[in-house]
């Protein structure tokens, strides 16, 4: 039906152009309104016929021209371009896409590849946090409690700098750049090798599906790294509806701030329920569970809200996939370093200055002998039960809106400042098979 309207204009505007040779493709410039085309060669009649066609055809009218056009392409290499060197073997291009973006095994390879990704993070973030505790908070921080304290430094004061803002600063580079910089570097790696398109053609089937647009898999993976950047990318959505879906739902993404809570809360409370030689591998089975989880509740609301609030026509999605490059090992690792690793880093420290100061003074400013923190606790402990929480917790969150990278140190924090040392040691917070990394941040 689309090529007998689209036959039909065509005709018209043979009969008013006779001198044309290319009045099909004028037909589809008219029926998508281009601005220049109308003004050369349409008139009313042809505005009138151009206009029905479009209404009759739909808003994706543009997508299924596109389609056309790549199946007809498709059609033609088929019939007189044969793959292979002179031996019959085929390029390794070839050979990589047909197994990672197979129907079948591109799911597993790709699954797979963030396993390997995340369990190098979480085995290789081990040693240097613990480097960094033992630093940053075993050596420097009693020596500089001890530096302003031979300068006659106020009580106050040397807690407010040294207990407050210097500890929260280190409690944050101690548990967020490790994991960030191995995972960054790691994950631009796939970038630059031109996989990371391969797993948005994966996916593009199950948004079509879910009622998404297919270009929601590049936003999705852009939301893996900063779910501000996964926003800001929806742009490459033609669709209205379909890119406030995307925008809605990029926050199942986890983002560079979440990846090391994810990390160490799965370490934490998940490794250390089993063996400590089981631990590290079922924290990464954990992550990977929460990763998998978020994607498939971002079908699920794609899915809903498609059919719901944001009902409407899926379009297509044309990707073409980038050839395969040897990564740029030191360039990328400069980059990702820079660009991503130490500018969230310097975020995150930003705001832990300022709430390790907002905490020390909540926890040792006093409303009728109990501090501050303590009746926000109290007052929150309520709230807190009926979510599964803690009043403890939900005040770190409250703290932490500005940047979610600082949650685990602010309940540290909390924790510390409200029980103790003594009692925070003795809380049973250090758990039995608990690794190393996770008992220095402790």
Known sequence: ???????????????????????????????????SVQERFSNAELNALAERIHLQIGNNFHDQWMEDIYAQAEEICREVVQQGNERGRLPLDIKLDRILTHRIWGFPIMVALLCCVFWLTIIGSN?????LNEILIGFAHPHLRELFVSMHSPEWFTGLMVDGVYLATAWVVSVMLPPMAIFFPLFTLLEDFGYLPRVAFNLDELFRRSGAHGKQALTMSMGFGCNAAGVVSTR???????????IITNNFSLCNGRWPTQILLATLFIGAAVPSQYSNVVALLAVMAVVLAGVGFMFGSSWVLSRTVLRGEVSTFHLELPPYRPPQFWQTLYTSVIDRTLIVLWRAVVFAAPAGAL?????????????IAQHLISFLDTPGWLMGLNGVILLAYILAIPANEIVIPTILMLTMLVLGPADFASSGVLMEGTDEQTKMIL
Do not use: M
């Open 127 to 131: 040693y240097p946090s613990t480097w």
């Open 1 to 35: 039906q689309t090529s007998a309207l689209i036959q039909e204009l065509s005709d018209k505007v043979k009969e008013h152009f006779p001198d044309i040779h290319n009045a099909e493709w004028i037909a589809f410039r008219l029926i998508e309104g281009d601005v």
């Open 359 to 371: 905490i020390w003074l909540s926890c040792n400013i006093t409303v009728g002998d109990v501090s």
């Open 236 to 246: 490459i959505i033609d669709s209205s509806r379909e890119r406030l879906i995307a």
